[in-house]
Structure formats: structure tokens, C-alpha cells
């Protein structure tokens, strides 16, 4: 039995280490009959090192989506690699250290802005980099952390996420008319790298285990991968502009 991606062809960001969520992601997706390659920023030796423990090898491209240079080459160098793309996967954010930790009130708009370009704007920036090899259409899927809410320590990471949340959504309306669809997984909190980064992730991963009506596992990112792979399938070929909550359900709890 084939694979729900077999003959797919897919560009996967943010691989750092086997506990994030594009690992999963890219491991599945090779699982499921897609081709994969990979980018990485800033260290693309980690991500090499990292690829070697997925099932097939993969080629990694180094990519800064702040940098226009890497994102002008970008669709020549994966031209030269697969042809053709028909899923992106991005899984990148990044903000400043004093952007997050409970020192919201006081940071300053350039560390505001590098959250937002680095987590926000680069969702367009690297769809539009990979437009060129998308003429059969195809899915985008990036990954959100619920921005409906404020949530302790996340401070300005909580408003970039809004903003890539309102961005897939423009982009679903501007890029259906080529049959490309822009989705998000908003995922429950994990002990991944980016998790790390934030001061006090302990505080806001704690409210799973009393609120989460399905049991929530900080270290299994697999859920939220298949959540991904089952949007950059055939599967949901009319869905987009949409938010798919990987999360255990608590985003449907109130109290």
C-alpha cells in the first residue's frame, strides 16, 4: 500500500534536532513516499548530522528567510534537487532574548521586529521563494503556538504567532486561485530546542497537565508531525486558510 505523499516532493525547514517537530515531520513524510529536502539556518552541519537518522538520506540547503540572496537561489538550488516542489513545511520562529521571559512591557521594536520577520513574514517570503515550483499547486503548512491567548513567558513570540496566524490566512485567499493551499498546526507545547529558549517554559507547558482533555506528552512530537503530513496530502484537498489544533483539545477548555 502507497504512501498518502507517494510521488510528493517537499521542502521541510527547521530540522535542528530529533525533538522538533519538522524532524517528525520529515521522517514521516519520507514514510509516507515523499521526497524530502531539507533547510537549515544558523549551523546547516547540525541539521546534516541530524538528517543521517531519518530513514533516506536528504540533501540540506542553507537558508536565512531574512536573507533575500539565500531566498533569490532558493527555488534554483531545489530546481536542481527535485524538479518541483508540492509542499513547503514552515517550521521556523525566533526571537530575541529580551522579546520573551516576562519583560514584555520593556522591549524595544527592533527585537520586536526580528520576531516578527524571522516568525512571521518569512511564512510569505518562503512561499513566494518556492512559487516558482509549485505550478501544479500544492500545500504550505507552518506551525503556530495558539496566539488567541496570552500565555506566560511568551510574550512578544504570542503577537508574532498572531501574525503568522493572519498571514496564512491572507495567503490562502491570494494563492488559492493556484490551487495552493496555506495551513497552520498549532501544537501543544514540546521540549524542543525553541522551547528551551523560552524562560519559564516549565510555567506555561504545566497547564496541560491539569487542563488537556486528551493526555499531553511534552516529549512526543509525533502527533503534531502527522498533523502536518495529513495537510501536505491529498487528504484535505479543499481545505485552507485553516488552523489544525494538534494540542491534547485544551484550546476547547475554558476553565
Given at each position: 500500500m502507497?504512501?498518502?505523499?507517494?510521488?510528493?516532493?517537499?521542502?521541510?525547514?527547521?530540522?535542528?534536532?530529533?525533538?522538533s517537530?519538522?524532524?517528525?515531520?520529515?521522517?514521516l513524510?519520507?514514510?509516507?513516499?515523499?521526497?524530502?529536502i531539507?533547510?537549515a539556518?544558523?549551523?546547516?552541519?547540525l541539521?546534516?548530522?541530524?538528517?543521517r537518522?531519518?530513514?533516506?538520506?536528504?540533501?540540506?540547503?542553507?537558508?536565512d528567510?531574512?536573507?533575500?540572496?539565500?531566498?533569490?537561489?532558493?527555488?534554483?538550488?531545489?530546481?536542481?534537487?527535485?524538479?518541483?516542489l508540492?509542499?513547503?513545511?514552515h517550521?521556523?520562529?525566533?526571537?530575541?532574548?529580551?522579546a520573551?521571559?516576562?519583560?514584555?512591557?520593556?522591549?524595544?521594536?527592533?527585537?520586536?521586529a526580528?520576531a516578527?520577520?524571522?516568525?512571521?513574514?518569512?511564512?510569505?517570503?518562503?512561499?513566494?521563494a518556492?512559487?516558482?515550483?509549485?505550478?501544479?499547486?500544492?500545500?504550505?503548512?507552518g506551525?503556530?503556538?495558539?496566539?488567541?491567548?496570552?500565555?506566560?513567558?511568551?510574550?512578544w513570540?504570542?503577537?508574532?504567532?498572531?501574525a503568522?496566524?493572519?498571514?496564512?490566512?491572507?495567503?490562502?485567499?491570494?494563492?488559492?486561485k493556484?490551487?495552493?493551499?496555506?495551513?497552520?498546526?498549532?501544537?501543544?507545547?514540546?521540549?524542543?530546542?525553541?522551547a528551551k529558549?523560552?524562560?519559564?517554559?516549565?510555567?506555561?507547558?504545566?497547564?496541560?497537565?491539569?487542563?488537556?482533555?486528551?493526555?499531553?506528552?511534552?516529549?512526543?512530537?509525533?502527533?503534531?508531525?502527522?498533523?502536518?503530513?495529513?495537510?501536505?496530502?491529498?487528504?484535505?484537498?479543499?481545505?485552507?486558510?485553516?488552523?489544525?489544533?494538534?494540542d491534547?483539545?485544551?484550546?476547547?477548555?475554558?476553565?
Open positions: 502507497s504512501g498518502i505523499l507517494e510521488g510528493k516532493r517537499v521542502l521541510i525547514t527547521g530540522v535542528l534536532t530529533e525533538a517537530i519538522a524532524f517528525h515531520t520529515a521522517k513524510a519520507q514514510e509516507q513516499g515523499a521526497e524530502v531539507l533547510t539556518f544558523p549551523r546547516p552541519t541539521t546534516e548530522r541530524i538528517a537518522k531519518l530513514p533516506k538520506p536528504t540533501k540540506v540547503i542553507e537558508l528567510v531574512t536573507n533575500d540572496e539565500h531566498l533569490a537561489r532558493l527555488a534554483d538550488v531545489v530546481g536542481e534537487e527535485l524538479g518541483t508540492d509542499g513547503v513545511v517550521s521556523i520562529g525566533f526571537a530575541p532574548q529580551d520573551l521571559g516576562g519583560n514584555f512591557l520593556n522591549t524595544p521594536f527592533e527585537s520586536v526580528t516578527m520577520h524571522v516568525s512571521a513574514y518569512s511564512l510569505k517570503s518562503l512561499t513566494m518556492c512559487l516558482p515550483l509549485m505550478q501544479n499547486g500544492g500545500s504550505v503548512v506551525l503556530t503556538f495558539d496566539a488567541q491567548f496570552a500565555w506566560p513567558q511568551y510574550d513570540m504570542g503577537p508574532a504567532k498572531a503568522l496566524e493572519a498571514t496564512s490566512r491572507y495567503m490562502a485567499r491570494d494563492l488559492g493556484q490551487n495552493i493551499r496555506c495551513n497552520l498546526v498549532s501544537a501543544g507545547p514540546l521540549g524542543s530546542m525553541a529558549s523560552i524562560p519559564g517554559f516549565s510555567e506555561l507547558a504545566s497547564v496541560w497537565d491539569d487542563r488537556s482533555p486528551l493526555e499531553w506528552d511534552l516529549k512526543d512530537p509525533e502527533p503534531a508531525g502527522r498533523g502536518v503530513v495529513a495537510l501536505l496530502s491529498d487528504w484535505f484537498p479543499k481545505t485552507t486558510g485553516e488552523i489544525v489544533h494538534v491534547g483539545g485544551l484550546h476547547a477548555i475554558g476553565a
